[in-house]
């Protein structure tokens, strides 16, 4: 049994040894380097620029503006392409602006013979700008006199309004009370350890080769295809190891341009590769949300209402645009579903950079309201904070409102319940003086989240996976999902020798993706490459061995149903000690016997039809020293019902990076931008305060195992739900140390003093 | 229609134009070089071997000897496994030897950081050899004295005999005339363009990548393992665009070398590339051959019995050892099927360089004797040498005397008489003077040949495709079988296009192989690629067609059987006119609509389980300049019988290249071993006269195309085909111009002065 064991990673060594080779590490004889001159400004208008005396400069091979490229705007957002041409993401791109929207907007890109000249290059493009007001803050971008970011846009990317759940009026109306809040949450950045980098070339037959660090090579070939009008099947994509993307390589960003310039320049190889400065600004940020929450609750503790408008600023250009607040706001529909939903949100447009995918896909900021607005009424009722979500936390057998299915697995109150024990909540929640006194306080906090596993039915869930036996009796296993750094190859090859009865160690993972010979995957983004692709490991697992014992068949004379596959050997299937033959043997003979046989291998392409939810919680135990507006965290748990865990070491490490992350945002990182000029002030890491290990906390984690039944494995989402809830947790134990709600992100000392320094703290 | 068609080949533009990208092309940062250290004598043992000096010059990574290498030997021919320990290949090399048995041969090699410290290197190593008596002659060899070159071989790798198709002795006694010589061929060499190279490292997940110059990478790897014992699935080949092998790419010479060293250094990559004079004799050679044949003949002209009894010299090592001339004389049979056949044949070791597979696999050789006896029988007889041959050629039904299986297609005599056609051979016979005088003298000659499509049922025969639709309605062709400049690549795609229903230009075939996924086929030899991978593709194309047909059904209802899809738009089987929709469309569908469908691909891997006889013949007009003892070719026709011919033009392209190979076999090409120090007197393209564009005359062909019914497409082979008869058609033309029978090769300029001397002409 290979699936629920802690094997070692598939590429453990080989990133710990420094062996996995990224992008970057692969080099063409003859490679040219790229680089994009920037704008200065982050907003206004090219009215002119020469380039004459940068394309005099020797070692430049090329000089491009906004005149040079194709002038048809294409989408950048890495969805799997749409039929329905409403459901389509908005095209609002170039390759190069004359246009700058945001502080670091591509006006112009030179190709040179190295990073030298490619500066010295850069300082010799002579550009003047005509400054247009930059809109950073929402009232500015929707004031009616605000200036157009895009044509025709109103600045306003798309809004919808809906309500689930039954009579919204009335429900209010029977509510014994009504809670609001209004909530902000900042930008920031992913901050994966591997900038942005991508290189091309022509290969052989004129077609256009791009090697990216991409979460989506098989989406990134046919956003390329569109940006070019060139031919999908003349561009091939190759995705090499990655170092982390965290959505933000759910984008195309640089690909359209180096296999533009590769294209321009007759197929020479051509990198661009964004350094950090470049990266913070340049590729996507989180969307900074602008959210009002409200929320109807009986007197008994009851949610019969809940109600968020949110505003979300894509910033310069759509990216995923109003996929993000859409999304996040069904999701969080799963996590008290016999209340009555309204939702309205709105994606708005202003001057700094892109936001775009970014684990959790806009749940954090929704989760961050809605669980801080959970925690006030709690307060309001005098209920406890666990026991209120408790008393509303998600049953099996809810309906959710939206897709008016039935939720089937739902371990939301195990995880509510466990994270209770694991903290020693009631304890030290009696022990705790109210309200507290004093320089040091401590608070304990709690929110909770739901998830969804992929995409559908907003979105098509294609995986595909292809494993081929080899002689020696190992397999060779293919798929199209793209393993980022979150795990993937490991538990799909778990999952494969799960399924067909062999060991872990003998399944291979071609971990590198090929657009011309992966079998098609949309990639990594959503959480979704477990329960969507994993559906197609096992039916190509299952198909392989169903192949291989009716070729024992074949060459015994046995009746393959009574055969079956145990630790690489075809056994008897009831008494499944009888070894009939080794997989080897089986192989070779497959392989090389003159009069039968032949290479077995499978291949299975299928999209997921469900989408079941994940639900979790993080529970904290902080102290707050308030002179030092500094939050220290004693101790902190996420707990999750991700269904059944295939690989317990890699999920625990998922958690721990993702309550990082979450911990980070809650406390330490946002990108500056000036609300008046769009000036950054802070794109570098020392700058932007990234939280390193001395500032992470131990991290606790805990799972409750359901075993969701539309899984072949009975497996959900886990890559994103980490990220969630330690934010609104820490919110809510600050709340509960001060009694001071914070209702904007980040917690960092600046905000706390504001806070503290109002409430008369200090 | 595609299949037919002289449509133009895949990998035409980018070869013509430099793009195609050879492994040389490719390169690895910290990438060093590795190179030989090779024997200047013959024979002889290493008594001492000292590479301190060497090891310490500065950029030298490694200095490796006969001491550090594996002590297990291993078999470097091409060949699939056999599943019959019998049938293995002999097992003789090591990495390195303590005991030179050609000059040349391998005692050290070295890694350095370049080209220059490596030569450097090499010749600071001290190596003191014990001379021992170099074996050339096959007296020698074969004397009873005779040093073994290999520990219990007697130099005397295999022998072999049989007669099949009736009482042989029965036969000689009732034959009128008994027709005897005596043949020698020359040593000669492939000279493909692009000389061998490799070069390999270790990727991250610690497996051994190996790119290299190879027809057969799926054996390449399978051997490599065995070399070093190392796991089969931990190795990987890549075979990039490949400058020509004809055969010499098709024994596993550099790859275990190359694997072997980066396994040793820590898996950085190591190129290994052979320079001219180290590919002239450090690869592989032709067999030299010494054939007595026999033949009874009655006085009607019918062809009774043949016996060959062939010594083939396999030179240093057995590489692919009796395979060659067992082989060559069973295809011979194919040819005068009504004859009973007696064959002996022995393959024997000498000291110089190893001889393996050529194109042809040692039918040039026997050929080149049985057509030089059936003209000394046509001319003891008085029989024109085409009516000669046209009495005794195989017809359709006539039954293979080895396999005992009938003789389905024969154009033989269709191809003797299209020849005879072509050339005005009748008229000009009749013009012909006999015997001849003057300094100039002309004759006319003829000689056909049989062979085979493929290896079966010899060895087992393996091909595999793959297909993927594109999205955009194309589809990606992957096969194992490789292209190596033959244009296989071309012809699966015009399978593809034929039997899918759609464009030559919409197949793109991924045509680099790449082991770890690339469907399994055992390579480019034996011209068994579009007989039998062929058989693959079809198989693939048909069933990604019928899935697309139901896919089809699927989205509208109809019944799939009465649908088919027609220059790439799904029809109305019986209307073929109405496009129900595009392959594009269908295809969009498949990928993308939210609730059906999924990437559409085929996979077949099966076996050959028939072979085919291809025939033809050569037919020539040529000029003897006695003083000059120089011939000039007036006219030369290839008549080939290869089936169906896929692409007229390639395959015109084809008989080319082999009529200008065969043309330098016969009257230039020779590397010269000193029959007593065993020395190599011209390793190098100045001295070793293969022959240019200003050697060869205008060549011309023509078809008959019979319909193989064991094919798809009606075809057989046609790739090694073309080189085997024109060295025996411009001997018997010579002896028809002279009267003089030249029965040894080449019949260069040196040779017909001893001939023309001895015979009293100067």
């Known amino acids: 049994m290979a699936v629920g064991k802690s094997v070692q990673r598939k590429d453990g060594v080989a990133k710990v040894t420094g062996k996995a080779r990224y992008t970057d590490d692969f080099s063409m004889p003859g490679m040219r380097v790229a680089k994009y001159l920037r704008s200065p400004i982050a907003h206004g208008r090219v009215v002119r620029i020469d380039t004459t005396r940068a394309e005099k400069l020797p070692g430049v091979d090329g000089?491009?503006?906004?005149?040079?490229?194709?002038?048809?705007?294409?989408?950048?957002?890495?969805h799997p392409f749409s039929l329905d041409p409403e459901h389509g993401d908005v095209a609002d791109r170039l390759l190069l602006t004359d246009c700058a929207r945001f502080q670091g907007d591509e006006v112009a890109v030179v190709v040179t013979r190295d990073d030298m000249t490619a500066h010295k290059a850069l300082s010799l493009i002579e550009v003047e700008y005509e400054n247009l007001k930059p809109l950073i803050r929402m009232q500015d971008v929707l004031a009616h006199d605000a200036p157009e970011l895009h044509k025709r846009s109103r600045n306003l990317i798309k809004e919808h309004a809906y309500t689930v759940g039954g009579d919204y009026k009335k429900a209010i109306e029977e509510s014994d009370h009504l809670i609001e809040g209004v909530f902000e949450t900042q930008i920031v950045q992913h901050c994966h350890l591997e900038n942005h980098s991508s290189y091309a070339y022509m290969d052989d037959m004129d077609r256009i080769v791009i090697v990216s660090s991409t979460q989506i090579p098989h989406i990134a070939r046919r956003i390329v295809?569109?940006?070019l009008n060139f031919p999908l099947s003349r561009i091939r994509v190759i995705k090499p190891h990655i170092g982390g993307g965290f959505g933000n390589k759910q984008d195309v960003i640089l690909e359209p341009m180096v296999a533009f310039l590769t294209l321009k320049l007759g197929g020479i190889p051509i990198r661009l590769k964004l350094n950090r400065e470049e990266c913070m600004v340049g590729t996507r940020v989180r969307h900074p949300l602008h959210i009002q929450v409200k929320a109807g609750i009986s007197q008994e503790g009851n949610l019969n209402v809940i109600d968020y408008d949110a505003v979300s600023n894509t910033g310069a250009y759509a990216s995923h645009g109003h996929s993000i607040v859409s999304a996040a706001a069904a999701k969080t529909h799963y996590m008290y579903p016999r209340a009555i939903y309204r939702c309205r949100a709105r994606t708005i447009y202003g001057n700094f950079p892109s936001a775009g995918a970014m684990r959790g896909y806009g749940s954090p900021q929704i989760i961050f309201a809605v669980e801080s607005l959970m925690e006030d009424a709690a307060r309001k009722l005098g209920i406890d904070s666990v026991d209120f979500r408790l008393k509303n936390a998600v049953k099996p057998g809810d309906i959710n409102q939206i897709g008016k299915r039935p939720i089937v697995t739902a371990g939301l109150i195990e995880c509510i319940e466990k994270g209770r024990d694991l903290i020693d909540w009631d304890k030290k929640r009696a022990t705790l003086q109210t309200p507290q006194t004093g320089p040091v306080r401590k608070g304990l906090g709690i929110a909770c989240f739901s998830y969804l596993s992929g995409t559908y039915p907003s979105c098509v869930e294609p995986a595909s996976a292809r494993l081929i036996l080899n002689q020696d009796g190992s397999v060779n296993l293919l798929v199209g999902a793209t393993e980022i750094g979150q795990g993937s190859d490991t538990v799909f090859a778990q999952m494969t020798a799960e399924t067909l009865g062999t060991s872990y160690e003998k399944v291979h993972v071609v971990s590198n993706q090929d657009t011309d010979v992966t079998p098609f995957d949309s990639g990594a983004y959503a959480s979704r490459q477990t329960y969507v692709t994993g559906q197609a490991v096992m039916r190509a697992a299952s198909e392989l061995k169903d192949k291989i014992l009716a070729y024992a068949g074949v060459i015994t004379g046995m009746n393959p149903g009574e055969l079956d596959i145990d630790e690489g050997n075809i056994v008897i299937a009831k008494s499944r000690q009888t070894a009939v033959m080794s997989l080897k043997d089986l192989s070779m003979d497959a392989y090389y016997n003159k009069n039968r046989g032949g290479q077995i291998t499978?291949?299975?392409?299928?999209?997921?039809l469900t989408n079941a939810p994940s639900y979790g919680c993080t529970v904290v135990d902080l102290e707050i020293d308030i002179p030092m507006c500094k939050v220290k965290i004693n101790e902190i748990y996420n707990i999750h019902d991700a269904g059944v865990i295939i690989n317990p070491l890699t999920s625990e490490g998922q958690i721990h990076g993702g309550m990082a992350m979450g911990i980070g945002a809650a406390l330490f990182e946002v990108l500056m931008v000036d609300?008046?000029?769009?000036?950054?002030?802070n794109n570098n890491m020392l700058d932007y305060k990234v939280p390193t290990i001395m500032d992470i906390p131990g991290l606790g984690s805990g799972f409750v195992q359901t075993h969701e039944p539309t899984h072949p494995y009975g497996s959900k989402s886990l890559g994103e739900p980490p990220v969630l809830t330690p934010a609104p947790a820490i919110r809510?134990?600050?709340?509960d140390a001060t009694g001071i709600a914070i209702n904007e992100l980040p917690m960092n000392p600046k905000t706390l003093f504001t806070h503290f320094k109002n409430a008369g703290l200090l």
Not at 602 to 608: D, F, L, Q, R, T
Not at 675 to 681: E, F, H, M, Q
Not at 732 to 735: E, F, H, P, R, W
């Open 675 to 681: 609300p008046d000029s769009g000036r950054i002030y």
């Open 63 to 78: 000089v491009f503006t906004f005149h040079d490229v194709p002038k048809n705007t294409f989408a950048t957002a890495g």
């Open 602 to 608: 499978s291949e299975v392409s299928c999209k997921a």
């Open 225 to 227: 295809s569109e940006a």
């Open 732 to 735: 809510n134990a600050i709340l």
